[in-house]
């Protein structure tokens, strides 16, 4: 079952894939992705594990 990710979700783990090549991550903008995730994945009754695996596939390997 494919986990369906809202826009602001992919746009704040871009942001962070983002700085993380930049080597310039904050720890806000860390803890703002994880908190998102948290809430995501609560309101949707999935693993928070499940729900960062699928954000981080999405943004960091596109192609796959």
């Known amino acids: 079952m ?3 990710l809202p826009d602001e979700l992919i ?3 871009e942001q962070a894939w ?3 090549q930049a080597g310039t991550l904050t720890v806000e ?3 703002a992705v994880q908190a998102a995730i948290t809430e995501h994945a609560k309101a949707i009754g999935a693993s928070r594990f499940d729900v960062e695996a699928a954000v ?3 943004v960091r390997n596109p192609e796959s």
Request: charged share 45%; aromatic share 0%; net charge positive.
């Open 2 to 4: 494919a986990i369906e």
């Open 11 to 13: 746009k704040l783990e």
């Open 18 to 20: 983002a700085e993380i």
């Open 29 to 31: 903008t860390a803890a």
């Open 56 to 58: 981080k596939k999405r």
